[in-house]
């Protein structure tokens, strides 16, 4: 499902991904197919920043902050025909949703298309394992890295509050005038 493009520089860093739990942000999803029409979601993670103190985090988050990692989730393959199905396995979609947060209730009133659960799905953290196995293609073996959704869970670590701002006095607040009153020394450079 997951991959990385080991001759695409991500933050200057193509090396793979360490084996292990990381916090993610999912920055963007959107949908897509292979050449021979298999359809997919792409997922677009970032690993999050403000976790390298994390001492459980200390080898996954805290060594690759900032870099993205992409994963695709894949239409299920029909048991006989062994051809695209068309849809999604249920127990996929499923992992997302809780992974995400959404409850029953919310998928039942908001989710009615894959478009829609890839837009609830942006902006959200999650807790993601990411595996370092041996792929081969075209008679070449490769490493890359992978992870399903069966090991996506909510974040352990929510991200803080944004903190409230003061409230600041809007300076234009009661200028009733339009630009065409001012004169050169109203402009202060």
């Known amino acids: 499902m997951g991959f990385i493009n080991l001759n695409e520089k991500t933050n200057n860093r193509s090396e793979l991904f360490p084996k292990g739990t990381y916090e993610m942000q ?12 298999h359809e997919n979601m792409q997922f677009d993670f970032l690993v999050r920043k403000d976790l390298d103190k994390v001492s459980a985090l200390a080898n996954t988050n805290a060594k690759t902050h900032g870099r993205h990692f992409f994963a695709n989730v894949w ?9 695209d199905s068309g849809s999604y396995d ?35 953290f999650i807790r993601i394992y990411i595996s370092v196995g041996e ?27 944004a903190k409230k701002q003061e409230t600041v006095e809007d300076p234009f607040k009661g200028n009733t005038g339009s630009t065409d009153e001012l004169s050169e020394n109203d402009i202060p450079f």
């Open 90 to 124: 249920p127990a996929d979609l499923a992992n997302i949703a809780d992974a995400i947060g959404l409850t029953q209730a919310q998928i039942d009133k908001y989710i009615k298309s894959k478009e829609d659960l890839m837009k609830a799905c942006e902006g959200k």
């Open 75 to 83: 239409t299920a393959k029909d048991k006989e025909t062994g051809q």
């Open 135 to 161: 792929n081969t293609y075209k008679g070449e073996t490769r490493k890359q890295n992978n992870t399903f959704t069966n090991s996506w869970q909510k974040t352990k670590f929510p991200p803080q509050a």
């Open 26 to 37: 999912i920055v963007s999803v959107h949908g897509d197919a292979s050449p021979s029409g």
